[in-house]
């Protein structure tokens, strides 16, 4: 069935069991060699300039690869752009297909939404579950690299993003993604070790500077937590295909993505917390309530184009691990 674009995580056990490769086309615009060249397109399309980087880098991702003829679009629970995306996907004769997280996580709402996409892709539920099980395995491992990066010092605060980020879509090609997993595994007990004394975790949508996690590390500082990235390898283990993405937290409110936030806080010992905002996203203003209900010191980085960390910003970096230190 070919390429199915995602603008952010759905159940992709749908997909992959109706024998199509799912693309996060976040993954795709941000590892572009030239990322920026998407947002100026999207730019000189007609998008606003006050428009979400992601979501600009999205539209020209995909009408740069053609091969992507339909997109599943997450209309609640995700970004409040999606909506015009979608149009706008759909003037370019790209065809969309819906998705919406019940805001209050009801089980036979979110159900009902995953009914629909097995309905269009033509899946019942014992396949559905079939790959579930061939998925979670992965994901478990993915899960062990996230458990190592907290409790052992030879995991990058990059590589644990990059491995989780990567379960979104599993790349395309869970076997192949799994193979690279085993083999960062495997190569772990030669790996360098790190010596940092300030530990953080990282909160908020994926970053679009790529360079962040080095920067920390060159200060002393490594992050040993990854909160929305975590969510993507599905941490929370069950057999209920609806269960698992109803405990998914990145797509409901802010207070369950809190509680998760405090437990890991406290189970990784975390110093302090970077939370990161993108540029016009509607979650800047949910900083106000994470500020206020963490008992842990929390630097609010804003990010906007894709690129490297500004002077202003690793000044307020310096600044935060000094203090923390």
């Known amino acids: 069935m070919g390429k199915i674009g995602l603008t952010t995580t759905v159940p992709i056990e749908v997909i992959y069991a109706a024998g199509a490769v799912p693309v996060d086309l976040n993954n795709i615009f941000i590892t572009n060699p030239r990322p920026q060249e998407l947002v100026d397109e999207a730019e000189l399309a007609g998008y606003p300039r006050n428009i979400c980087g992601w979501i600009k880098g999205i539209y020209s991702t995909v009408l740069r690869n053609r091969e992507i003829d339909r997109v599943v679009a997450v209309t609640q629970g995700d970004c409040s752009n999606t909506h015009a995306l979608m149009e706008t996907l759909q003037l370019q004769g790209i065809a969309t297909i819906p998705f919406a997280y019940p805001y209050d996580r009801d089980p036979d709402l979110l159900k009902l939404q995953?009914?629909?996409l097995m309905a269009y892709f033509g899946v019942n539920w014992g396949q559905v579950l079939e790959t579930k099980q061939r998925l979670d395995r992965i994901r478990r491992k993915v899960r062990e690299i996230d458990g190592r990066t907290w409790e052992g010092n030879k995991i990058s605060g990059f590589d644990?993003?990059?491995?989780?980020?990567?379960c979104s879509d599993l790349e395309g090609d869970p076997e192949a993604f799994e193979e690279?997993?085993?083999?960062?595994?495997?190569?772990?007990p030669a790996a360098k070790e790190f010596h940092e004394d300030v530990r953080l975790g990282y909160i908020g949508v994926p970053p679009i500077v790529d360079d962040l996690y080095d920067y920390l590390e060159s200060q002393g500082a490594r992050v040993v937590f990854n909160e929305v990235q975590r969510q993507f390898s599905m941490p929370f283990d069950t057999g209920d295909l609806v269960e698992q993405y109803r405990l998914y937290t990145y797509p409901y409110?802010?207070?369950?993505?809190?509680?998760?936030?405090?437990?890991?806080?406290?189970?990784?010992n975390l110093d302090g917390i970077v939370h990161y905002t993108q540029s016009f996203c509607f979650r800047q203003i949910e900083d106000l309530i994470i500020r206020e209900k963490l008992d842990v010191p929390v630097l609010t980085l804003e990010g906007d184009k894709p690129g490297k960390l500004d002077a202003r910003s690793k000044m307020r970096l310096d600044a935060f691990v000094d203090m923390l230190r």
Do not use: P, T
């Open 114 to 116: 995953i009914e629909k």
């Open 160 to 166: 644990n993003h990059l491995f989780q980020v990567c």
């Open 180 to 188: 690279r997993v085993d083999r960062f595994l495997a190569g772990l």
């Open 253 to 268: 409110d802010i207070f369950a993505r809190l509680e998760d936030i405090r437990q890991e806080v406290e189970k990784r």
